[in-house]
């Protein structure tokens, strides 16, 4: 089902330039459909007809062809805004040429990235969405609007509670990484406790490896769904306990065994198949997620700042230096960021005019630390899932799941009803008032 989808073209910003470009039905949308089971599981009872809209630059969707990574010329159109009017065109197009669908009410629905564009969506286009469901969505996760620190501390939550000493010896192993590796042997060995495709080499190396690692943490913490799930990897059910049976040692462990621990805690991520033979400290997650397009568009717009002090966390200490992104974006891309830019654009924390908007998010969810937690009005709406990771509400139902998701997708599919009613209600006429 997910590959037969629509295509249509799609124009740009600007009325000198008139271009458009194919664009299919954040990552590959086919990848991201077959992961969204709360919609496929409701659209009967809806009578909804459901379409997966790909953003302009990711999967297939490339306006420029080949081109379209070339240079910072070619990317200058992926933005947020163009994404959320392209969605707007493929509405209207749908409603105009689709017999049936021309009174439809539309109700859009989205998970991290794509959670904040639902939000923006109805935002920007109440006159084309009804309401929006943002699953996990960090529309706060922007500068001054919350602590640059409070994602890691959600991660490192998440490690602790999962198992005895998992979160203090992720701590300690970042030292014990340094003093390993301090000899050419060392990083010999370390190369190949992990497994890893290419050796450790030199300091740089190290910080990459280091990187890797941390960022294996918070995918963890994402994904640390109650039930067997290919996500970002394939893993077992409540990952981070999985990883945590690896790192019950106590404080008087030596470097080379705490990091034996770490190495096998690193593999449940990675080789939970048994069919990895090698660990490339290139890559994370799934290839489908269009990484480069989400770094361009966080370095230009998307401006997140992340902090770590290694007390309230278990990473390194790392402050957010704001001028050290931008230097690094100008050389990559050739742009700087607008630190600002989302806040001015979308409203930051000033949203209360807006309505029907459900905003979900997870309690292990790192990116709940940068969403809307709490009730803005009546019909802007939080749902909490204390036990929930990244959007676990949007995925299909399981007998797994936790009560409190099955009672946030009842909530849901309940204000999806109450939007569709006021949609279909009769406008009532209105008294004008000469001044």
Known sequence: ICK?????????????????????NEGDITWFCNNTGFMWEIAKELGAMLIFAEHRYYGESMPFGQASYSDSKHLNYLTSEQALADFAILIKNVK???????????????????GMLSAWFRMKYPNIVVGALAASAPIWQFPGMVPCGAFYKTVTQDFAKSGYNCEVNIRKSWSAINNISSSASGLVWLSEEFSLCGPLKNKNDVGSFKNWLQETWVNLAMVDYPYEANFLQPLPRWPIQAVCKYLTMDSTVSDKLLL??????????????????????????????????????SCTEMVMPMCTDGVGDMFEPEEWNFQAFSDECNAMFGVRPRADW???????????????????????????????????????VSIMIPDGAHHLDLRYSNKHDPPTVRAARTLELMYFKEWIRQAKRPHRSHSHYRL
Not at 4 to 24: C, M, V, Y
Not at 261 to 286: D, E, F, H, M, P
Not at 363 to 370: K, N, R, V, Y
């Open 4 to 24: 037969s989808l629509l295509t249509w073209r799609n124009r740009s910003f600007g009325f000198l330039e008139d271009g458009t470009f194919k664009q299919r």
């Open 260 to 297: 034996q621990g770490v190495a096998q805690a690193a593999k449940v991520y990675y080789n939970y198949t048994g069919s990895t033979s090698c660990l490339n400290i290139s890559q994370t997650a799934t290839g489908n997620l269009g990484i480069l397009g989400w770094f361009y568009q």
């Open 342 to 380: 989302a806040e001015v654009v979308y409203g930051g924390k000033d949203i209360s005019a807006h309505s029907n908007i459900i905003f979900s998010n997870g309690g292990l969810d790192p990116w709940s630390a940068g969403g809307v937690t709490h009730n803005i009005s009546e019909s802007l």
């Open 96 to 114: 105009s040429t689709l017999p049936g669908a021309q009174h439809s009410p539309v109700i859009s629905i989205g998970g991290s990235y794509g």
